[in-house]
């Protein structure tokens, strides 16, 4: 999730603007996330569709082989 979007519950500001020190620390925090943070679930469930069939075209393949 990006905090562009996000509206803080301690001043009701927009998060991505830092007006309090909790929309600051929010703002830190969700920056310093990783690189898979920003997906949806959906995209994450594909994701791991797509690995799944990956693995067993290989074992396909190596099976024929």
Known sequence: MT??????????????EGRCRV???NRERLQQEGPLAGLTPAALLTLLALLVVAAVALVAVHQTA
Do not use: I, K, T
């Not at 905090?3 to 991505?16: E, F, H, K, Q």
């Open 3 to 16: 905090y562009d979007r996000l509206v803080c519950a301690n001043c009701a500001g927009p998060v991505s």
């Open 23 to 25: 929309c600051r620390a």
